[in-house]
């Protein structure tokens, strides 16, 4: 008796599980317990994809019954046999098949190549499965799409007779594969340079036109490596900062795994300092506090629950702003050590009659320091990506007090959420682009 599809992808999931956790030794144990629920849950939602999609395509190339074929008309023996052998062909099935599990299966591993395939470049095997992975969303959503439609069509007109199981296939197919094409070669773009100015409350006359370039969500790893980091630096140093920061979620992996591919950070120029804050994949590597130390030796003040004065802490109060920096929540959700968004550490010390920028990686962490008692004027965010790809925009969308671009919060501050410098491991972009944010600062009178 043949082994049912699930009980074969089950099986194959807890080898894949038990390997990835075989690489996570070097974690410590909250990053450890974080991606073994991460893991858990992302197999868990690809097996119920990977069965929609065997279950839809499997029999793709499967031959009708004797009984179907005499249901409209009447064939000899020879006519059905020789039905069999020219449009039936085992080998078509069966090679079909084949194609198909392996499919699946690239899919399925996308995430096991963050453990063992990431350098100064991508591999092709871990860009291969991230871009299998991509293709699979989009073939998930050309299915759902096709059967609401056709049910609709089917309910109006009483009538079956539109289009065969076959043609539906194809017609998924075919728009699985433009919308993923289409998004792979957005992903290959540069990002591109948006000015956004805020206006702030109080700012220093010193500093109006002050400009802030922001990056965020670069996500070094799998498959963004040294060579388009290259290029984010280039881009950068050509819009003559005053400030870079850098909104978290800068890496996928050990410092030991991507210290050459994060080396071109070290030639960002910025008159007045350029600054970090970790997002929530600084902390699933488990390897922070290495990140903290490679990053102050690359040229970058870590703001681990902390603030600034710019332009110079030696200017009079009145000719100073101050810029403070959380650790993303996720920190203290894990139990990561000393770290957690602690807005006393970050704003306490900062003066109430100086504008404060904060950088804060997720939106909900914005919203949280613009309802507590400090004064925030702007937060400056990422991590939402604008959503990255249809359709999972809308899921992002919902999920987060702020999407995407500038929102005015109360009276008179502001937030901004950057939809990202690169995209997270699926290499797509669809409905939105990447990003690298020029902010200037203009007085602002509410």
């Known amino acids: 008796m043949a082994v049912p599809f699930v009980i074969k992808v089950a099986a194959a999931v807890t080898v894949l599980l038990a390997v990835i956790l075989g690489g996570m030794y070097a974690l410590s144990l909250q990053a450890k317990m ?60 069966t090679i079909w098949r084949i194609f198909l599990i392996t499919y699946l299966v690239l899919c399925h591993i996308s995430y096991f190549t963050n453990f063992y395939f990431i350098g100064r470049e991508p591999y092709v095997i871990a860009y291969s499965c991230y871009a299998a992975l991509g293709l699979l969303f989009q073939i998930v959503t050309g299915l759902v799409f096709v059967k609401v439609i056709l049910f609709c069509v089917r309910f109006i007109f009483k009538s079956n007779s539109f289009f065969s199981k076959q043609r539906e296939l194809q017609f998924v197919l075919i728009y699985a594969i433009l919308l993923w094409t289409y998004g792979l070669y957005n992903a ?51 819009l003559d900062a005053d400030v870079v920061v850098m909104t978290g979620d800068l890496v996928d992996g050990s410092v030991a795994s991507l210290r050459e591919a994060v080396e071109p950070v070290k030639d960002i120029q910025a008159k007045f300092g350029k600054y970090f804050i970790t997002g929530n994949h600084e902390y699933y590597t488990g390897d922070v506090d290495n990140w903290f130390s490679h990053l102050r030796g690359l040229g970058f003040i870590v703001l681990h629950n902390s603030n600034v004065r710019l332009p ?29 968004m602690k807005l006393d550490d970050a704003l306490g010390s900062c003066d109430p009659s100086q504008p404060v920028i904060l950088l804060a990686h997720q939106p909900k962490a914005a919203k949280t320091a613009l309802d507590s008692k400090y004064r925030v004027d702007v937060v400056l965010s990422g991590h939402t990506h604008g959503g990255q790809f249809f359709p999972m925009m809308f899921g992002s969308y919902f999920l987060h007090p702020f999407f995407s ?42």
Not at 51 to 62: A, E
Not at 69 to 83: F, I
Not at 413 to 421: A, D, K, R
């Open 34 to 93: 974080s991606r073994l629920q991460f893991v858990i849950f992302a197999q868990a939602f690809l097996i119920f994809l990977s069965r929609f999609v065997w279950n839809n395509f499997s029999t793709m190339f499967d031959k009708p019954s004797r009984k179907e074929g005499l249901r409209h008309v009447k064939y000899s023996d020879k006519d059905l046999h020789q039905m069999d052998v020219a449009q039936y062909d085992l080998k078509k099935w």
């Open 405 to 446: 671009g500038l929102y005015r919060y109360g009276e008179s501050s502001h937030v901004y959420v950057s939809v990202g410098t690169q995209y997270m491991g699926i290499p797509m972009r669809i409905g939105a682009t990447m990003e690298v944010t020029k902010i200037i600062l203009t007085p602002g009178y509410f």
């Open 188 to 238: 290959t773009t540069p990002p591109v340079v948006k000015e956004v100015p805020i206006p702030v409350k109080g700012l220093p006359a010193s500093l109006d036109g002050l400009r802030i370039v922001q990056i965020s969500d670069i996500h070094l790893g799998p498959t963004v490596g040294r060579w388009r980091l290259t290029r984010i630096v280039n881009i950068i140093n050509e």
């Open 312 to 340: 110079s802490e030696k200017l009079p109060t009145n000719q100073q702003i101050c810029l403070a920096g959380t650790d993303d929540i996720h920190a203290l959700k894990i139990g990561y050590g000393d770290h957690g």
